[in-house]
Antibody, heavy 121, light 112 residues
Framework: EVQLVESGGGLVQPGRSLRLSCAAS????????MHWVRQAPGKGLEWVSG????????GYADSVKGRFTISRDNAKNSLYLQMNSLRAEDTALYYC??????????????WGQGTLVTVSS | QSVLTQPPSVSGAPGQRVTISCTGS?????????VHWYQQLPGTAPKLLIY???NRPSGVPDRFSGSKSGTSASLAITGLQAEDEADYYC????????????FGTGTKVTVL
């Protein structure tokens, strides 16, 4: 059974940093691209970032480019999102999601339950 | 900022058929990229509902169907049931943006 478990969310002041983690199990992690998707309270889904199986291809939404960094450790079956210079508008539930392909061209066939990030002073 | 436009809401009585549109452009749906659909039940994570425009993952009832034409796609729910009340999102790939994956604005389906 595929499981994606996010952690690292919390309350953080504007301008500070936070690192999210996603622990994956139930599939061969290094065979697939992975993503972060967020959902602000009461709003729709927003793709944040994606990374190919070997970290050779990475993409970011314009809203986070230059502030967020996605990475993965295939030996630890883990996905990360380093979030710097956080803003109030980054407040959201952050989902880890598995792609159905190894590169960034597919769809998201499994999702975690999310970790909440609140940016407020 | 979503580049795929969906109606904010649709509604129907049990047993009826409802459709949700997803309108894109020449850099995403119109460029030939596949459209995928997700269902988000209240208080839960999104779940893949339709992939590759019209394919259902195992376990998804056949009352859900998808189609694509030109720069748009549609999700149809036939025989609407109370448990179908949820938010629905389309998703595709966009070649014009640095943000490769794009979601629709989302549609709330209400069962009357």
């Amino acid at each position: 059974e595929v499981q994606l478990v996010e952690s690292g969310g919390g309350l953080v002041q504007p301008g500070r940093s936070l690192r999210l983690s996603c622990a994956a199990s139930g599939f061969t992690f290094d065979d697939y691209a992975m993503h972060w998707v967020r959902q602000a309270p009461g709003k729709g889904l927003e793709w944040v970032s994606g990374i190919s199986w070997n970290s050779g291809s990475i993409g970011y939404a314009d809203s986070v480019k230059g502030r967020f960094t996605i990475s993965r450790d295939n030996a630890k079956n883990s996905l990360y999102l380093q979030m710097n210079s956080l803003r109030a508008e980054d407040t959201a539930l952050y989902y880890c999601a598995k792609d159905n392909y190894d590169i960034l061209t597919g769809y998201l066939n499994y999702w975690g339950q999310g970790t909440l990030v609140t940016v407020s002073s | 900022q979503s580049v795929l436009t969906q109606p904010p809401s649709v509604s129907g009585a049990p047993g009826q058929r409802v459709t949700i549109s997803c309108t894109g452009s020449s850099s995403n749906i119109g460029a030939g990229y596949d459209v995928h659909w997700y269902q988000q039940l209240p208080g839960t994570a999104p779940k893949l509902l339709i992939y590759g425009n019209s394919n259902r993952p195992s376990g998804v009832p056949d009352r859900f169907s998808g189609s694509k034409s030109g720069t748009s796609a549609s999700l149809a729910i036939t025989g609407l049931q109370a448990e179908d009340e949820a938010d629905y999102y389309c998703q595709s790939y966009d070649s014009s943006l640095s943000g490769l994956y794009v979601f629709g604005t989302g549609t709330k389906v209400t069962v009357l």
